[in-house]
């Protein structure tokens, strides 16, 4: 579904130049639910941008769906953003108008498309679970409930890829649980491939798997381990599941090692690398 090779983006705003994406690599399959984690400014949000082509990348290579992302014209670009991705955003101000009614919301892209379909935002709005709720103003919903109406608005072109960044960032823990596990329905009902950016470590250990950016790279990821019987003592299995840390390792070999690894070994500037066997180790200076 996406493919990112080398991925640069760089702003330039009075005569500085912000690299923001330094060449970042990542794959998502078809059908994934993922989450996209790293410290404020490392390049999550640009990421996003760039996958909803709202922003274009400045060199390597990017396509989502089949389409070249460098490629599109300035009027393609704008078919891509209505038809392929729908987008959720922590402020939900960004999605929503406050004085249409939950219903006249969802109809809003269909109509930016040039068709009216109030059948399927009735549906979309039971599916997201306001069938109750669909004639209420934004203003008489609840925060959560609103977040849950962005949802049904960004899935009413029928995307195939979901965006969200932040989308528990400004609702309570258990707000935040419904809206992942709705997330996780649309995802295995439908097939729907979902990107999360989230600092919510909580949300990042339901998804499949977790991808870590630093400095505008992949890092790390996290992936699910299927538990076994064995491992949770019980039959439940899935009580088990845990995740599993890999480094990314780039084209050229070049791989970054979580920080608080380097801290626990007291790593600074070089390690010792032996290739044992299988395996390759490495060590920190000697002292
Ligand atoms: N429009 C812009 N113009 C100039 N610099 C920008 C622009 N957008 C982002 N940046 C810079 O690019 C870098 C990455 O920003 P980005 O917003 O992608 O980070 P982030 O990981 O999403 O952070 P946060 O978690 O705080 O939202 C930062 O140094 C930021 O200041």
Redesign the pocket.
Known sequence: MIVCENLVKI?K?NDLE?V?LQGLDLRVENGELMGII??????????LNMLGGLDRPSAGKLSVAGADLFRLTPRELVQYRLQTVGFVWQNNARNLIPYLSALQNVEMPMLLRGMRKRERAHELLELVGLGHRKKNKLSELSGGEQQRVAIAIALANNPKLLLADEPTGSVDTRTAAIILDLFQELNRSFGLTVVI?T?DLELARKVDRVVA?RD?KTSSELLRRKGTEEDSGDSAGEEADSHEEWAVLDQAGRLQIPMEYLQAIQADGKLRIELQDDRIVLFPPRR
């Open positions: 702003y705003a912000v923001a790293g410290n404020s400014g490392s390049g999550k949000s640009t990421l950016v600092h950016i505008g």
